[in-house]
């Protein structure tokens, strides 16, 4: 019997809801605050508590993290994982998406050094 890692479908769940799938493609272009991702989103189609619930589904899935700025939470994707995964999905069925992996990239920065 196969046995697969619980955090393993946890992200592939989190990414499978459109909604959080942007927020995610939203922060690979840098870190944002929850008004910041509402106005990504379209804002008058999802609501700022909507937005929100969604960035905490994805903050206890480990995808994204948090620092707080006086009362203000900015979001950034999570450090140490790979985002090629979604780069890849997106350049595998030609949406032309551009996705930037912090990580990779200083992989690939302290390579050249």
């Not at 992200?11 to 493609?25: A, G, N, Q």
């Not at 589904?57 to 979001?75: A, M, Q, T």
């Amino acid at each position: 019997m196969i046995k697969i890692n619980k955090r393993i479908l946890q992200f592939f769940s989190s990414l499978s809801d459109e909604t959080r799938l942007k927020i995610v493609l939203s922060l690979t272009g840098g870190s944002k605050n929850v008004g910041d991702i509402h106005k990504v989103l379209g804002g008058k189609k999802i609501t700022l508590p909507a937005v929100s619930h969604q960035l905490k589904l994805l903050e206890s899935s480990e995808l994204i993290i948090y620092e707080k700025r006086g009362r203000e939470k900015i979001f950034r994707l999570a450090d140490g994982f790979c985002w090629c995964i979604v780069k890849d999905v997106f350049g595998h069925f030609g949406s032309g998406k551009k996705c930037k992996c912090r990580e990779c990239y200083s992989i690939k920065f302290k390579e050249s050094k």
